[in-house]
């Protein structure tokens, strides 16, 4: 019975870390809820999209960074040269580190946030920035933020 459960235990272990590990990003992958093509608006669309401050549905864009701690954020390329951070709902999945480079089509809502001077340092920490770069951030910033609740790799 002991040994019955120890091994219950270690599948079960096995199962759920294998889980939380992000696939490699190839075209069709989904990740979170999923999300499909159908009703996307490219991101330089997105803003003159937004009513109230806000949007809801689906965003297609190019992965210019990620986390490369975890995979807990990514970044939209915008057409201005700026990007759309993208953050995941409910911190519920992750992106794998060769997502950058991809088309994706991300679901759920954006919004425009400001950004402290901490979080911004925390991200630039998190995408591997230089000290020197990262001291640099002095002042808060206001941003286009979209929380996906699902994530599809074109």
């Known amino acids: 019975m002991k040994k019955t459960f120890i091994l219950a235990c270690a599948i079960l272990m096995a199962t759920l870390a294998h889980a939380q590990q992000p696939r ?3 075209k069709g992958v989904t990740y979170g809820a999923g999300a499909t093509e159908t009703g996307a608006i490219a991101v330089a669309d997105l803003e003159k999209n937004m009513k109230d401050a806000k949007f809801e549905g689906k965003v297609a864009g190019k992965v210019v960074d990620v986390c490369r701690e975890k ?3 990514m970044k939209l390329e915008k057409e201005d040269g700026q990007t759309m951070m ?3 709902k409910d911190y519920a999945f992750f992106m794998p580190k060769d997502i950058v480079g991809k088309e994706v ?4 809502e954006a919004t425009v946030k400001e950004v402290s001077v901490k979080q911004q340092r925390h991200y630039a920490k998190d ?3 230089p000290e020197e770069e990262i001291k640099k951030i002095t002042a808060p910033k206001k941003e286009l933020q ?3 609740k ?3 790799v074109l």
Request: some cysteine; hydrophobic content about 55%; proline content about 0%.
């Open 86 to 88: 993208v953050k995941f």
């Open 105 to 108: 089509v991300v679901d759920g």
């Open 127 to 129: 995408a591997g920035k």
């Open 146 to 148: 979209f929380i996906a």
């Open 71 to 73: 995979g807990c954020w």
């Open 24 to 26: 490699s990003a190839e």
């Open 150 to 152: 699902g994530v599809l």
